[in-house]
């Protein structure tokens, strides 16, 4: 299993996103310091998804006017953790 760490765009109330994937499953994800409550559901939704659908689900959602959001960030983390 290999732990990742991604410091996401200033844009974004969140500072920090973790995450395992094993097998090409997305595993122990935490968002620190996000909107509390998206947080936590983007966390459990994505427990247990394959990373491309992960990816596939969240990817251009954007908060407000911002271009981006913290799902959105977690894409971008993701696509990070693929690329090695």
Do not use: W
């Amino acid at each position: 299993m290999a732990h990742h760490t991604y410091k996401p765009d200033d844009a974004v109330c969140s500072t920090l996103i973790e995450f395992d994937i094993e097998e090409g499953v997305l595993k122990n994800l935490r968002v620190a310091d996000g909107c509390d409550g998206n947080s936590k559901a983007v966390s459990r939704l994505c427990e247990g998804l394959k990373v491309d659908q992960a990816i596939r689900l969240l990817k251009g959602i954007e908060c407000e006017d911002k271009g981006t959001s913290c799902a959105d960030q977690l894409t971008k983390a993701l696509e990070k953790a693929l690329k090695g």
